[in-house]
């Protein structure tokens, strides 16, 4: 049985069915339910296609928040192969929030950043649930350092609400961390491919998701803000979030309309969750050709590129 979101009642009435049609049949030999089930099962695929062919934004959001959604750790065992995580800022401490450490994909050295937010009760708490602190954002510089260093591409995946609030992450300089992780993003004269696979949220984002190329996930969400966050500031009022979001342009076809993304990665009808395999084979495809595009841009021209790239968002609408 799936995580069903609560829009999604009519396919998990219908599974459910299916369960219970499957179980009997396993139970009594003589009872034949095969007909019904490929019935049943016609018309789980049915309800899914109408259904997440007119998503709300809201119910986009509900999807990139799903807990059974690949994450970091599912797209690196998937894309990378001898991938070699990298720890700490050299200053305060290690930041299981940001993941980061060089690999090769398809055969090419990389550098690889992003948010992980658990699988788990356990790992959730272990990874903060994917939003960093300070020194995440350090040891993503030290990354991109490094990177630009061994002239080697940078892939972030990018899959956080946000970065970490608290007193102390606030009293070791996160906005400072933010800004000055951004500002490396620029600077990098290497290609900077990025893929927003779940949430990209604010400046916790944007702070390793300044690429060359940006893409986002069909259902996946981008924003300067939470929708909860854009609720409680624009009206006091975090449950108006459904509201915000469909004012807020946080979809994928939004935000490649509006010219912030440069593609979407299509999901399986269901979403993510529902065949990861596929989804993060498409991603890898997207990547590949994103890199190979960028392959023979010398090391001013891709820096110069990415500025003007995020320079020229807006000025066409």
Known sequence: MHNYLDFEKPISDLEGKILELKKLAGEDESVNTSDEVERLETRVRDAMAEIYSKL????????????????????????????????????????????AGLARFRGMPVAVLGQEKGSDTKSRIKHNFGSPRPEGYRKAIRIMEMADRFSLPLITLIDTAGAYPGVGAEERGQAEAIARSTEMCLNVRVPIVTVVIGEGGSGGAIAIATGNRVYMLEHAIYSVISPEGA??????????????????????????????????????????????????????????????????????QLRTDRRQKYLNIGRNL
Do not use: C
């Open 56 to 99: 709300t934004p809201w119910q986009k959001t509900q999807v990139a928040r799903h807990p059974s959604r690949p994450h970091f750790l599912d797209y690196s065992a998937e894309l990378f192969t001898e991938f070699t995580p990298l720890a700490g800022d050299r200053n305060y401490g290690n930041d299981e929030a940001i993941q």
């Open 231 to 300: 609720a409680s500031i624009l009206w006091r009022d975090s449950t108006r979030a459904k509201e915000a979001a469909s004012n807020m342009k946080i979809t994928s076809e939004d935000l490649k309309a509006l010219g912030v993304i440069d593609g979407i990665i299509p999901e399986p009808v269901g979403g993510a969750h529902r065949d990861p395999q596929s989804v993060i084979a498409r991603t890898g495809t997207v990547i590949a050709d994103a890199l190979k595009e960028l392959s023979g841009r010398n090391g001013d």
